[in-house]
């Protein structure tokens, strides 16, 4: 039993879709079964199963599928009126404002808008989205057109929070693989979605309760040794890039560890 | 401009810098005319707290006069000409935190909040010079700085009060004063504090202003403890105790003390097994912090007191007692100072001529005496408890 276990995990660390579902499901229920009964056999034995099945039940419950990397569900708190925020969400055009991949976006029409970011190189991607649903001060919702570079869904949400708390958004992004030749450009693009987006937000907050994005880029500072030179030329927008986040989060680690 | 750049660890450096730029619209240029080296800096010589860079400016502590007002900024609240003091801690005023007057919690000041969540789970404010996990902000031992959100956080001086006076409402006097409140005194209390620092001597007048009976001071330097029985402590040289937890017992009828100050924080010094044990963990970085105070005050406080922690600690500590907390049914409050909750009141202490901040000064230099400033403070050498850097000394100009 623990042996089958053990595969459907690893299984699942490789699979992908609705099978991870499937196999997360089987290493918790069979790591579950598999501390059950060694908890019923009271000997060394029992409790070696027993602890045995309850890591492979804790793996199986807090393992991460893959299909998770391709979309993004994530909520904030921002102090304005669901009118605020709606009103400024709304305007695609100001989308780009507190959105760090995008370059511009372009209004076609009262439904339609073209997107474009910036890949790697400064390489542009573009799609076209079209708005599929939307409530005032409540939804939006939104797709990407055939014939984009990527495919990419989107809906937001405002509720007004209680007690004044202001409104909660709730934003999700789905990126859907597609075949064509700019398939490593949205594999970039959607890699570091989860951080990007929740970082979008995080800018948007910013923009409306105070009117402006916190930086410190181009500030003065002294000499930079040759590495910190290096990774700021390198990446020049270094704290607000997900690469570089990692690179930072390493250095914090590595120093605290 | 000149400033005080950190070039690694227990290196500091005067260098030549470009002067600082207006970069949004709520921001300030104010041109610094005292700035101070605080303890907390020395946790960063010492090199103890990570994402610190080469050619960071250093320093927190600053007032001077603002030279220059980004466009988002009403002239009401803040114009060229200003005499401002400028809290440590940066806060945009708008967001859940600040409306709530927890102004070193602001969600938004901190640019590089995703390091600091790593460690901490969420951010605190950004900070001016300390460490790029709190912001990357350029400090203020230098000429000129720019201030953030400079219609929230700088207050507005009289003329006619000297610097030494006014410039330790940038954080120490408040921040002695926050341990003081966060201790919950009642009246006839008696409260300890770990560490007899600026901090520390800021929290012992402060506890007797909030209706302390009495208050025991802990530290080991003999002119530390002397401006503490300035202040009206009582104290104790713990290199001259075995225990103090049980010296603090046998001082206060074996009750403890009600409440509890560690303002010491992360680079507690002690003797003893556990003292070394804690040494070698913290340089071997397998622990971020030596939290030997707050140990000591977890178990000495009595049943049911309160242990107030302004003293700093940055990441993962060891052995703390919390067996001794739960079932002594302790209340802990701590936390970077809202500032702007004190700084006005605090100010009109000093204008009313009720209370004088300025007797924790020792050392009043030129900005380019800095780096050996910063040994010496942390040597305690010289009966160094607080150095003012005066930018514009004779000596000090720019080149």
């Known amino acids: ?257 | 401009m000149k400033a005080v750049c950190y070039m690694g660890v227990e290196k500091m450096s005067v260098e030549n810098v470009p002067d600082p730029k207006i970069l949004n619209p709520r921001d300030a240029i104010v041109r610094i005319t005292s700035t101070c080296i605080c303890g907390s800096d020395l946790h960063l010589y010492n090199g103890f707290i990570p994402t610190m860079e080469q050619g960071d400016i250093m320093g927190h502590e600053f007032m001077g006069e603002v030279v220059e007002v980004g466009a988002g900024i009403n002239r009401d609240k803040l114009k060229v000409g200003d005499r401002v003091v400028v809290p440590f801690t940066i806060a945009c005023g708008n967001c859940f935190f600040c409306k709530r007057q927890l102004w070193s919690c602001c969600n938004n000041s901190n640019p590089n909040y995703w390091i600091a969540e790593e460690m901490m789970g969420y951010s605190p404010s950004g900070l001016f010079g300390y460490t790029h996990m709190l912001g990357g902000y350029a400090g203020g031992q230098a000429q000129y700085a720019r201030v953030p959100y400079a219609d929230v956080g700088p207050l507005k001086l009289p003329e006619g009060i000297p610097d030494e006076k006014l410039v330790f409402l940038s954080d120490i006097y408040p921040t002695g004063y926050f341990g003081a409140v966060n201790a919950d005194i009642e009246e006839g209390d008696t409260v300890a504090v770990w560490g007899c620092g600026p901090v520390a001597q800021f929290a012992i007048r402060s506890a007797f202003m909030l209706g302390a009976e009495r208050v025991i001071a802990i530290d080991r330097f003999e002119y530390r403890l002397q401006m503490a029985r300035d202040g009206g402590a009582e104290t104790i040289n713990y290199e001259e105790v075995d225990d103090v937890v049980q010296t603090l017992k046998d001082m206060t009828g074996n009750i403890g003390p009600d409440r509890c100050i560690d303002a010491v924080g992360m680079e507690a010094h002690d003797h003893g097994l556990m003292y070394m044990v804690d040494r070698a963990k913290q340089m071997a970085r397998i622990e971020t912090d030596r939290p030997i105070a707050l140990r000591q005050a977890i178990q000495a406080c009595r049943k049911g007191g309160t242990v107030s922690v302004p003293g700093v600690y940055a990441g993962f500590d060891d052995k703390i007692p919390l067996g001794s907390f739960m079932n002594k049914a302790l209340a802990m409050k701590t936390g970077q100072t809202h500032m702007m909750r004190f700084m006005k009141p605090l100010l009109d202490k000093v204008e009313s001529g009720e209370f004088d901040p300025s007797f924790v000064m020792s050392h009043r230099v030129p900005i380019d005496e800095a780096p050996q400033m910063y040994k010496t403070f942390r040597d305690k050498k010289d009966n160094c408890t607080k150095v003012v850097l005066d930018p514009w000394a004779d000596g000090a100009r720019a080149a």
């Open chain 1, 1 to 257: 039993m623990v042996r089958t276990a053990s595969i459907q995990l690893g299984d699942a660390a490789r699979g992908n879709g609705q099978s991870v579902v499937a196999q997360r499901w089987g290493a918790l229920i069979g790591g579950s079964a598999v501390v059950l009964y060694g908890l019923t056999r009271r000997s060394t034995l029992g409790v070696v199963l027993a602890a045995a099945g309850g890591t492979i039940a804790y793996l199986g419950a807090t393992q991460k599928s893959r299909h998770s990397q391709s979309s993004t569900r994530t909520s904030l708190l921002i102090n304005c009126t669901p009118e605020q925020a709606y009103r400024f969400w709304r305007d695609f055009e100001n989308l780009p404002r507190f959105m760090n991949r995008l370059e511009s976006v372009t209004v076609l029409d009262d439904r339609r808008s073209r997107w474009v970011a910036l890949g790697p190189l400064n390489r542009r991607i573009k799609w076209d989205t079209e708005i599929t649903g939307e409530r005032e001060n409540e939804y939006i919702s939104w797709r990407s057109l055939p014939g984009s570079d990527i495919q990419v869904d989107g809906s937001v949400e405002f509720r007004e929070a209680p007690a004044n708390r202001g409104t909660l958004i709730s934003a999700y992004l789905e990126f859907r693989p597609s075949q064509d030749t700019a398939s490593t450009l949205a594999k970039f693009l959607s890699k570091g979605a989860n951080f990007a987006i929740r970082q979008d937000l995080r800018r948007l907050e910013a923009l409306l309760e105070t009117g402006e994005i916190p930086t410190t880029e181009g500030q003065t500072h002294g000499r930079r040794d040759f590495v910190t030179g290096v990774m700021r030329v390198v990446d020049p927008t270094r704290p607000i890039r997900p690469e570089s986040n990692l690179s930072e989060v390493f250095q914090a680690r590595k120093e605290i560890a």
